[in-house]
C-alpha cells in the first residue's frame, strides 16, 4: 500500500506541477504529515457487509464497506486494518513564462487488484498559483494575491517554508500545491 500512495501522490504533484522550468523545480519547499491508526476485524457479515472492527484504543466500530471494495470475502476475523491520512503542502516558483493554469486540481484513486486482500487510495492535489507580496522575517508572517485579485497573509510554521519565503522577492509568482489522501489496506491475521 505504500508505494501505491506514494505513486498517486507523486504522479498528481508531478501533473501539476507539469510545465515548471528547471529552475522552478529548483525552487521549492515541501511539508507534510501522516496519521496512522490500525484496528482489528472482530467480525465481519459478507452479506450486508458489516464489519466490526476494535479501534487500538479498545473501542468498538462498525462500518459499511460499499460494494466498490473488491476482494471483501477475503477478509476474516482477526485481519488488521491500517487507516493512513497523508496532508501535506509544496510551494515552488512558478515558470517564468506564466504557462499553466492558475487553478488545477488533480482527483487520484486507486485500489487492489482482483484476488487481493482489499486495499484502496482516495486522493486530491489543489495547485493555486500566488503572488507572492512580502513576508516579515519577525513574525513569520508571509503576504500573498490570490488570482482573483483578492489579498491574504499567514504565519508561516515550519523552518522550510519560511526559508522558502525568505528566498522570496515581491511580485514572485508561486505555485502552491496542497496535498491529501486517505489510505487503506486490510493485512492478514499474523
Known amino acids: 500500500m505504500r508505494k501505491l500512495l506514494t505513486a498517486v501522490l507523486l504522479a498528481a504533484g508531478l501533473a501539476l506541477a507539469a ?3 528547471a529552475d522552478a523545480k529548483e525552487k521549492q519547499a515541501i511539508v507534510g504529515t501522516q496519521v496512522e491508526t490500525k484496528a482489528t476485524v472482530e467480525s465481519i457479515d459478507q452479506d450486508t457487509r458489516h464489519v466490526l472492527l ?10 459499511v464497506v460499499g460494494p466498490e471494495v473488491r ?9 488488521r486494518v491500517l ?11 512558478a515558470p517564468t513564462d506564466g504557462s ?3 487553478v ?8 487492489a487488484p482482483q484476488g487481493q486482500l482489499p486495499a484502496g487510495l482516495v486522493g486530491q492535489a ?3 498559483r500566488v503572488t ?14 490570490l488570482p482573483g485579485g483578492a489579498s491574504e497573509s499567514l504565519v508561516l510554521h515550519t523552518k522550510t517554508m519560511q526559508d522558502f519565503a525568505a528566498g522570496l522577492k515581491a511580485g514572485d509568482k508561486v505555485n502552491v500545491t496542497f496535498l491529501r489522501s486517505v489510505a487503506v489496506a486490510v493485512m492478514p491475521a499474523a
Open 19 to 21: 510545465g515548471a522550468s
Open 54 to 63: 476494535r479501534n487500538e484504543d479498545g473501542s468498538l466500530q462498525t462500518i
Open 100 to 102: 499553466g493554469p492558475e
Open 104 to 111: 488545477a486540481q488533480a482527483d487520484v484513486t486507486g485500489k
Open 83 to 93: 487507516f493512513r491520512f497523508r496532508l501535506g503542502v509544496v510551494a515552488q516558483l
Open 132 to 145: 507572492f507580496n512580502s513576508y516579515d522575517h519577525k513574525t513569520k508572517k508571509v503576504s500573498y494575491t
Open 126 to 128: 489543489l495547485r493555486v
Open 71 to 79: 476482494n471483501l470475502a477475503q477478509v476474516k476475523a482477526g485481519d
